[in-house]
Structure formats: C-alpha cells, structure tokens
C-alpha cells in the first residue's frame, strides 16, 4: 500500500493536528498548502499570515510542505457561480463548491500527482466503511460537525480521504496542538466565506454585481421603500432594510419573506416568526446521493443551513431526481440557493439545492410570489392583529 499521505494544511489548528496525528500513526505525511483567491491589498485577505503559519506547523512536524494555486479554477468553477446565483436572486453557499470543485477535485488530483496514497483533511467529518463501501458520517463533536459543507463531494473521492480529527472533540484537538508544540495551537478558527473574509458582505459583493433598485412592499401590496438590488438581500434579514415606522401598523422590526424576481420586488413581513416566514416543504434537487439512490418516500432529518439542528421530516424522491422535503414542523427563513442536507441518524445520505418553497399556509406561487392576494393578505392580517 502506498503510506504517502498529502495533508491540506492550511495554517489552522484542525489540519495542523490532522497533520500530527497521521505521522503517529506511521504514515509519510507532506502538507500542501492551496491558495484559492488572488490576495486583495485592503486587509481582509489572511492567506499570506496563512502560508506562514502552514511552513511554521510543516517545519514542527518536520514534514515537506507544497505550494499550490487553485485561484483560477476557483475563480471560474465558485466563485463565477456565486455571483450567478446572487444575481440571480438566490443565495448560495459557496463553501459546498469549494470542497467539491477545489479541495476534493483540482487538489486531490495534485495530491496524486505528488504520489500521494491518501489526500486528509482537518475536517470535522468521518468517513467510515459501511457494508456498500465508505459512507459520510458526523463527527464525534456534535458543534463543530462540517458533514453539511461534504454532502457534495463524490463518495469515491470521500473514499480516498483521511479525516483524523472527526473523531476527537475540538478542546482536545488545542490541546494535542499544544502538547505537541505546534505554534497553531491557540490560532482563532476563520469564519465567513473563505474569499470574503471579516469585511462587509455587501459591500464586498457590490465590487462585482450593480445595483438594481426595485420596490419593497408589505405581503399586502403597500410600498414601504426601495431596495438596492435582490442580490444585496437574503430571506429572514432584519438589517440594511431602512423601513421605519408605519401608521397603522405594529410596532415591530421587518424582516425579508420573499423575493419577487419578474417584478424586481422586495416582499417584508413583520415580526421574527411571521407566517409568511415559515416554510412547511421544500423542493430540492437534482438530489446528490451518498448512499444508494432512494426511490420511496422515507423519514430521515434534513438541515437548511449549518449549525441548525436536525429536522425530523419526510423526503419524497421524485422522477426527475429532485426531491419534495416535508418537514414535521415548519422551519423559518428556509432560503432557495441553500442546501438541504439529508441524515439517518449521524450518517450524511446526501443533499440538494433548495428550488422552491411551501409556506406553513400551503400558499402557491402567484403574481408576488405567494398564492394571491387574499390569503396572503389574510396572513398578514392575522399575524399583525396578534402582534398589536
């Protein structure tokens, strides 16, 4: 069996003890380091401080390190489709293609092309031998499980990963980082998307997509002020919407319920847990198996973003290959371009966009989006007669 094992260090604390752990196991470990995005000089961009903390971990573990530019496949396979689908009106999650398109595709293949056996991971994921072959499970620590960013990734390439750490809880892996002498060990975890960084979403996103201004309007049709573009706007989003108080109407902050893209319309709702912000279903799809193909309704549970807990709900596979979700009780701000992650228990059966929405009232889509203006309105009504 070739022992080489090609590790993604990427200057944090999870890959660096991924890292260790695998040398103490017995196999020849090299790190590769991976440069995804062209580094912006306004300082949000971390990948040069990253590189550097990568060398220090390789020349610790006493491993070679490599060094390799993934920035035009990323720019053209992600980042290329994140701006379509903001344009588009929807919301995506760039981080579910990074993995697929990126580190488990053009790195992996670097991987083997430096004669690696194995490529490994700081993933919080563990990818166990079932009775079919590999299957993608949870990690051992519940909060920091990344399953819901792999659910894309081909069980094949899964089947060639090594993930050390999904087995150990996140104190313990600071811990082994500092026992180990590793100069990572106390390192902040990154958040946000990788090529946004800490800077301003918006702002950030408006270098690349013009404005578009358009209506914003009530659920019932009043015009309350004008947006700057669909794009800037995510559903379940209180902040940036500038709508003060209405005569008339509930003493209550406004959140973002739909987007009516053939009208260019902003549709806002009062109140955190408004109707018209709970979806009782979704249609999802094509769905991306990790396990056999499912032709049968069944129950499992499903996450529509990460960190939400489990939802227990029912999946009905549909011919086309996409697959109707419902949940057993309705879920707020469920958000089309986003991901539903489907799970047996711990294991990972894999995932599909969100196309489409069912309202908790089973409205269907009319001219604004929602089933007409009655129900609609009746909704509205309902819910601001018992905020008031």
Request: hydrophobic content about 40%.
């Amino acid at each position: 069996m070739n022992n080489r094992v090609i590790v993604g260090l990427s200057g944090g604390v999870d890959s660096a003890v991924a890292a260790l752990l695998l040398k103490e196991q017995g196999w020849e470990v090299q790190g590769l380091f991976m440069s995804n995005w062209e580094e912006d000089d306004d300082g949000y961009c971390t990948a040069a401080q990253d590189y550097q903390d990568a060398r220090a971990v390789a020349r610790e573990l006493a491993i070679p390190l490599h060094r390799a530019s993934f920035a035009a496949e990323y720019r053209e396979r992600v980042f290329q489709h994140f701006l379509a689908e903001h344009q588009a009106g929807r919301t995506p999650n760039p981080d579910v293609l990074c993995n697929r398109e990126i580190k488990f595709g053009v790195a992996l293949r670097h991987a083997r092309r430096l004669g690696a056996g194995r490529f490994a991971t700081g993933h919080y994921a563990r990818i166990l031998q079932g009775p079919a072959g590999a299957e993608l499970h949870k990690a051992r620590d519940a909060a920091k499980d990344q399953s819901y960013f792999l659910h894309a990734v081909a069980i094949g390439q899964l089947a060639e990963t090594l993930m050390p750490i999904g087995e150990l809880e996140k104190g313990l892996v600071r811990e082994r980082a500092r026992q180990a002498g590793l100069p990572v060990f106390d390192k902040p975890d990154s958040t946000g998307i990788c090529f946004v960084g800490e800077r301003p979403f918006r702002e950030f996103l408006g270098r690349f997509l013009c404005d578009r201004p358009g209506p914003i309007e009530s659920a019932d049709g009043e015009r309350l002020g004008m947006h700057r573009g669909l794009a800037f706007y995510t559903l379940g989003q209180r902040e940036g919407l500038k709508i003060g108080g209405r005569p008339g109407r509930a003493e209550l902050p406004w959140f973002v319920a739909r987007k009516d893209a053939a009208r260019n319309a902003l549709i806002v709702v009062q109140g955190h847990d408004h109707p018209l912000l709970q979806s009782a279903a979704l249609t999802a799809g094509p769905m991306h198996w990790l396990s056999e193909v499912r032709s049968e309704p069944f129950a499992c549970s499903v996450k529509v973003r990460y960190r939400q807990a489990d939802q227990p709900a029912l999946l009905e596979p549909r011919p086309d290959g996409s697959v109707r979700i419902a949940f057993e009780k309705p879920q707020r701000a469920v958000t089309p371009g986003q991901y539903a992650v489907v799970y047996e228990g711990d294991r990972c059966l894999g995932g599909a966009v969100i196309a489409s929405l069912e309202t908790s009232h089973a409205l269907h889509a009319g001219p604004t989006g929602f089933a007409g203006a009655n129900p609609v309105r009746a909704a509205a009504q309902r819910a601001e007669k018992t905020a008031g």
